[in-house]
């Protein structure tokens, strides 16, 4: 899952980050790549949104709902904070 969500994450413009622990962290080996989180920081976030146009409510709250459904629950935390910060 890692590598297909930071793939898409190029397909949809985003280069490598280095600001934070972040899906589109670069890695040189699949356990590095194991090691990042499944969830885009707070700026390749901005970045994704601001390019698809999606709306931040619908787009974190579907994606809290499914990393809940997987039991992932640091990332599905991570987007429910995003949610809060980011929609009134």
């Not at 146009?53 to 935390?77: K, R, W």
């Amino acid at each position: 899952m890692h590598i297909a969500t930071h793939e898409t994450g190029h397909i949809l413009a985003l280069k490598h980050c280095t600001a934070f622990a972040c899906n589109m962290n670069g890695a040189n080996s699949v356990s590095e790549t194991d090691r990042h989180p499944l969830h885009f920081c707070p700026i390749c976030l901005r970045k994704l949104l601001w390019n698809t146009g999606a709306n931040p409510n619908a787009y974190l709250s579907e994606l809290e709902t499914f990393f809940t459904s997987q039991s992932l629950d640091n990332e599905s935390t991570s987007y429910n904070t995003a949610r809060q910060h980011l929609t009134p």
